[in-house]
């Protein structure tokens, strides 16, 4: 604000991704949910609208990391597939130059 000594600054705070918080996993849980299910679905592959919670998105922290898991919506025709292909699993890091201050690494 003009005439403030304190500016606000542009972005809020690097999170601390170096150890547990529930702060901090509240944070993630909700850049996930804004990176994964916000904006219009991808009419190529004619997913409906999923929520977070309908997809199961969690957060967590394990083996001093971030993840995040979820189960993205499937076609009925897509049939049975491996466990490992029904779940999306991101490792979560810091990176300050993105938009939301961390980004996502599929495991």
């Known amino acids: 604000m003009p005439g403030s000594p304190d500016p606000i600054p542009p972005f809020p705070p690097p999170l ?3 150890a ?4 901090t996993r509240r944070a993630l ?3 996930a949910a804004t ?3 916000t904006g219009p679905p991808d009419p190529e ?6 929520t977070p919670e309908e997809a199961g998105l969690v957060v967590f922290w394990i083996f001093d990391r971030w993840f ?6 499937l076609d009925a025709d897509e049939g ?3 466990p490992w292909a029904r779940w999306m699993v991101s490792r979560i890091t ?3 130059e993105a938009p939301f201050g961390v980004t996502f690494h599929e495991v």
Do not use: R, T
């Open 16 to 18: 601390d991704l170096d």
């Open 20 to 23: 547990y918080s529930e702060v």
């Open 29 to 31: 849980y909700d850049i």
């Open 35 to 37: 990176v994964f299910f």
């Open 45 to 50: 592959l004619h997913q409906p609208p999923q």
């Open 68 to 73: 995040c898991v979820f189960q993205p919506w």
């Open 80 to 82: 049975f597939l491996p």
């Open 94 to 96: 810091a990176s300050p």
